[in-house]
């Protein structure tokens, strides 16, 4: 008698949903290196922020979403602070210190920190696949970096990015528990308000930039706020909420080869043949890192 193995099914939101987070996250990068000539760091994160609050306000008010369950705010809190708030500053603030390929490679060590805190915290272990795909996923990010490197970055710059990477590992780590008790919505929702309220020491700033800054620039902040922030972290936590923490981790290594194709695109930078190497060495090391073990029988 023989037995058929289940065959494995792809959850085709889930996979929508990071496919949208991940290219919506790789534009961010597109709309910051334009904005950031004219918004200080923290403005430009308070600003952010409070766009992408008011719009999952909105949205969730429509659907009527209420509070979060008690249960729920400590790791909604916690990514506020560390993932919406400490992360989006401290990755403005570094990048104004360190170039756009050293900045790149020093916030690449985030996803490789999350999954071993997500290992050891939420006992998610860390499965030989999964190490093996980081590894070569983070050497083609580093590639990448590397091929971008300018050569202009300051140590203080190098520990700004990072302290993203941190603030990036701690709030994913968090938001995963919350996640039991939350909804996407609720958690992406109220983790913006608080990454928004923590940030509200910048609104002087914030003020004197949009009146100085060009309308072009002040149209940027309001696309990094609905659709990088609001609408890519809300598809973030749907599919953080049917997968692991370490395995959608890995999968921002995406993130470094859509960068390469859409500088080329919208900004005409055409890529080194060592940058577009990079980038495919990422794609690799995601597909090894997602990939399941066939089980025998």
Known sequence: MTTTAPKSTVDVKVLAAITVTMVLWASAFVGIRYSVEYFEPGSLALGRLLVGAIALAVVAAVKGIGWPPRAAWPGIASAGVFWFGLYMVALNWGERHADAGTAALVVGVGPILAAILAGVVLKEGLPVRLVVGLAIAFAGAAIVGLASSQGTSTTQGVLLCLLAAAGYAVGVVSQKPALKHASALQATTFGCAVGAVACLPFSGQLVHDVANAPTSATLSIVYLGLLPTAL??????????????????????????????????LLNEVPTLVAVAGGALCLVGVAVSRTKRRSRT
Do not use: R
């Open 232 to 265: 890519a972290f809300y598809t973030w936590a749907y599919a953080l909420s049917h997968t692991t923490t370490g395995l959608l981790g890995a999968t921002t290594y995406v993130v470094p080869a859509i960068v390469v194709l859409l500088s080329w695109l």
